[in-house]
């Protein structure tokens, strides 16, 4: 059942959590929900899902629709395209896959606009890989330093997806790069804390909490496979 399987994952945090030094509570569960019909998202909201995934714009506004976001939190994972962004403020609490400067600058025009202050993620590319959107590395204090004084934006932390691998361990290095990376840039100035380390899913969650994940997305161990 969903609900024994979130139980499960939780436990599964909460022991990587206190293995990893920290204390209880100090890493969140994000329920990746992208293709989960808004039925079976309701099972797992009563049985204590409140922070969603989703990585499509018009899916996550026709599940907003339905479901409201009364005690829910709705975050964007996916690829955002540019002239998608003044569709995405309304429905998303937290856009967690920025990966350009340019992206950076049209969430914070169009959040000007509308008065707002959207909260974001830096998407890194630590592994390189052609096939994932994301920033290299080394772009990333340049991305700082041209978004630090953005007034429509406020970012805070880092995100990556590692090689997929059936072997968690293969991913330890590539979290352990991200903190470090944040680790050096936390903190330039008052708009970014960097607090925030999204890392680890289904397969990988518990390493990627040992290496300072604050935030971990899962969504196979609790709904299985789905078609991509």
Do not use: C
């Amino acid at each position: 059942m969903i609900s024994e399987r979130i139980a499960e994952v939780r436990e599964n945090i909460e022991l990587a959590t206190l293995r990893s030094g920290r204390l209880s509570g100090q890493v969140r569960l994000m329920v990746v929900t992208k293709q989960v019909s808004t039925e079976t998202m309701r099972t797992a909201i009563a049985a204590g899902a409140t922070l969603l995934g989703e990585n499509r714009v018009q899916s996550a506004r026709e599940k907003v629709e339905e479901l409201g976001r009364d005690g829910l939190q709705w975050h964007l994972i996916g690829n955002l395209q540019k002239n998608k962004v003044k569709y995405s403020l309304d429905i998303f609490d937290r856009i967690d896959s920025v990966d350009s400067i340019a992206l950076a600058e049209t969430i914070d025009r169009r959040a000007t606009q509308l008065g707002v202050v959207m909260p974001i993620l830096l998407q890194i590319n630590i592994s390189g890989e052609e096939s994932k959107f994301g920033l290299a590395p080394k772009e990333l204090g340049a991305v700082l330093d041209a978004t630090g004084n953005m007034k429509g934006i406020r970012i805070e932390g880092l995100m990556t997806i590692p090689p997929m691998n059936p072997d968690p361990e293969r991913a330890r290095p590539y979290f352990s790069e991200l903190r470090e990376l944040r680790d050096k840039y936390a903190r330039i100035n008052d708009n970014i804390s960097l607090n925030e380390l999204s890392m680890g899913m289904s397969s990988d969650y518990a390493v990627a909490i040992e290496e300072g994940a604050t935030l971990v997305r899962v969504g196979t161990s609790i709904f299985g496979s789905r078609t991509q």
